[in-house]
């Protein structure tokens, strides 16, 4: 038999568990609704990455926004056969340039069968106030 002590310690951890998964939930779909909403900013040759990208995004058709480290968001113009809905998991980024991603690297996503798309174009993205 459970004492009031114990049933109540029960109860309390059971109701903050949604509470703590409806937190990383709506922060989550704040980013994306940042992101979403954002603007791009100046064309850039270049993004450089110490060792990987931190996340990406599918934002359109033809682009998708990359995360680099120190909260960085580039949005990546992409061409070729490659379908942006298909970042499920990983992208493969194919770069000639080491650590840095130029306009004519190649990407692949994990669910695209090999297919890749060449960058085109480098823009600065920059994430919506979504505050108000």
């Known amino acids: 038999m459970l004492n009031t002590g ?14 703590a998964l409806a937190a ?9 609704a940042a992101i979403m909403n954002g603007m791009q900013g100046e064309e850039t040759r270049s993004i ?15 682009s998708i926004i990359v995360e680099t ?8 113009a992409l061409a070729g ?10 992208i493969a980024v194919e770069s000639r340039g080491g650590s840095c ?7 692949t996503f994990d669910r695209d069968l090999g297919l890749s798309c060449s960058v085109t174009q480098i823009h600065r993205w920059h994430l919506a106030d979504m505050a108000e």
């Open 24 to 32: 990383c939930a709506s922060s989550e779909s704040g980013t994306s």
């Open 101 to 107: 991603l130029t306009t004519g690297d190649r990407i």
């Open 48 to 62: 450089c990455f110490n060792r990987n990208i931190q996340s990406w995004h599918d934002f359109d058709n033809d």
């Open 69 to 76: 480290s120190g909260d960085e968001y580039y949005r990546l």
């Open 81 to 90: 056969g490659c379908n942006t809905r298909n970042a499920f998991m990983q």
């Open 6 to 19: 114990t049933l109540l310690h029960r109860l309390a951890l059971a109701a903050a568990v949604p509470l």
